[in-house]
């Protein structure tokens, strides 16, 4: 499995911006595409964005496109999430992880968790 750590996080006003980093281990992570979940308090986990192994393939929850970029750095076995104009309905704990595209549909393929970011917009 691939081990992931999540940075990044923190408390931001509303309009603000945040970048997140991802740290992934294994030797195969160039052949990964990922993505980006987020988990509200009292609410399931939900994709935010996805990136293909090429980088190729960018796809984004309609609830952060325009705001959000996410982008790779194999050398570094690294993803990150650029977020710009920061609502409080952005508050959730984010997370990394392998994931797949079919359509519109993105899920995560590996059962492992990191423990996530917590990201915190107030108003």
């Known amino acids: 499995q691939v081990q992931l750590v999540e940075s990044g996080g923190g408390l931001v006003q509303a309009g603000g911006s945040l970048r997140l980093s991802c740290a992934a281990s294994?030797?195969?992570?160039?052949?990964?595409?990922m993505g980006w979940f987020r988990q509200a308090p009292g609410k399931e986990r939900e994709f935010v964005a996805f990136?293909?192994?090429?980088?190729?393939?960018?796809y984004y929850a309609d609830s952060v496109k325009g705001r959000y970029t996410i982008s790779r750095d194999s050398a570094n076995n690294s993803v990150y999430l650029q977020m710009n104009s920061l609502k409080p309905e952005d508050t959730a704990v984010y997370y990394c992880?392998?994931?797949?595209?079919?359509?519109?549909?993105?899920?995560?393929?590996?059962?492992?968790w990191g423990q996530g970011t917590q990201v915190t917009v107030s108003s």
């Open positions: 990136i293909s192994w090429s980088g190729g393939d960018i």
């Open positions: 992880n392998v994931a797949r595209r079919l359509g519109r549909t993105v899920q995560s393929t590996q059962a492992y």
């Open positions: 294994g030797r195969t992570f160039t052949s990964y595409s």
